[in-house]
């Protein structure tokens, strides 16, 4: 196209559009007027996101496997078996291990938390209707994906599903601006909203104003009504900051997520919630404090320390006198 003046006209008329398409996308939820568009988009391009990520990576199919763990995706070891079966039809180079490990603590935290899950690639990153921050998956409503279901990995909450295609899905990550869940502290059971804030920390609002937190401190989802978008009992992060007190209704913590939102690749879509809530069954175990060394000295005896001479030494000196003395008597007893 030659840059005329019409030319020109044009691309201001179509960026005003655009900005105007994510203004109303925005203010309209999920009950969006564009959300139709979305999903066609997503029917469209998803296969070809989809197809290429197969292309260029010879053992994604291998994740279909886990896809479908049974009824009730409770059995610790069906999924253990699948996860050797696995094992043995992957390569051994680098990068198939690092994903072997990534499958063991995603198929170990499912099991934990006794969520029902659908194996999952991340196939692309940052959808194109939006600035958000997401990915799409390579699972879509043939595989029983709806919308506004929890996602995690082998660390813990990585997102909730907001767009289903036939073939693929798009996951809102936690730590999007617009990203909002319920938590709940371990053990103290204060609850509050995490809100997602790109690369930093996300911040959390305490509903308890006098809530006594400290930085280490853990949290996991409260869960949702219905189990939708959250089911309770996933691990979110731990505190590394905490703000003063300020004697309001609410009190705001930084928590640092498990999840690394910037190398995603294999997670879990629960499409059944558990039966009971895992409470913090499914947080990480504490490191052990490494234990404390102790050593013992043993003090010299107190009159050769004080001394510093040798018994040995003293012995002699004392039998010389005595026999000194008995040569004095001696001549003592002579008589001229």
């Known amino acids: 196209m030659r840059d005329t003046r019409e030319s020109r006209l044009l691309l201001v008329l179509l960026i005003a559009i655009a900005f105007a398409l994510i203004t109303v996308d925005i203010r309209g939820g999920q009950e969006s007027p564009v959300d139709g568009a979305r999903q066609a988009a997503a029917a469209v391009f998803g296969p070809v996101e989809n197809g290429v990520a197969a292309a260029v990576d010879p053992v994604g199919n291998a994740i279909g496997a886990v896809r479908d763990s049974g009824e009730r995706h409770t059995r610790l070891a069906a999924l253990e078996k699948e996860n050797a079966e696995l094992k043995a039809k992957l390569g051994s180079d680098d990068r ?192 052990k404090p490494a234990p404390t060394v102790t050593v013992t000295v043993t003090p010299k005896p107190a009159d050769a320390q004080q001394t510093g001479q040798d018994p040995n030494r003293n012995q002699g000196q004392n039998q010389a006198g005595q026999n000194q003395a008995g040569q004095n008597q001696n001549q003592g007893d002579t008589t001229p």
């Open 96 to 287: 198939n291990r690092n994903r072997l490990n990534e499958l063991d603590t995603l198929l170990k935290t499912a099991g934990a938390g006794q969520y029902g899950i659908k194996g999952a690639q991340v196939v692309a990153i940052g959808a194109a209707q939006g600035f958000s921050w997401t990915v799409t998956i390579d699972v879509g409503a043939r595989d029983g994906i709806r919308r506004d279901m929890t996602v995690l990995n082998g660390a813990g909450l990585v997102g909730r599903v907001t767009t289903v295609g036939p073939s693929t899905s798009t996951v809102l990550l936690a730590n999007d601006p617009d990203f909002t869940v319920g938590t709940r502290m371990e053990k103290s059971d204060e609850l509050g909203f995490a809100t997602g804030q790109g690369n930093s920390p996300l911040r959390v609002q305490l509903l308890n104003g006098k809530a006594k937190v400290k930085p280490g401190d853990r949290l996991v989802t409260f869960g949702s009504r219905a189990d939708k978008p959250f089911v309770p009992g996933v691990p979110v992060g731990e505190i590394v900051r905490v703000d003063p007190a300020g004697g309001g209704l609410t009190r705001n913590v930084y928590v640092r997520p498990y999840v690394g939102f910037t190398k995603l690749d294999i997670v879990g879509v629960v499409v059944q919630a558990p039966r009971s809530d895992p409470r913090d069954a499914v947080l990480p175990q504490k490191p």
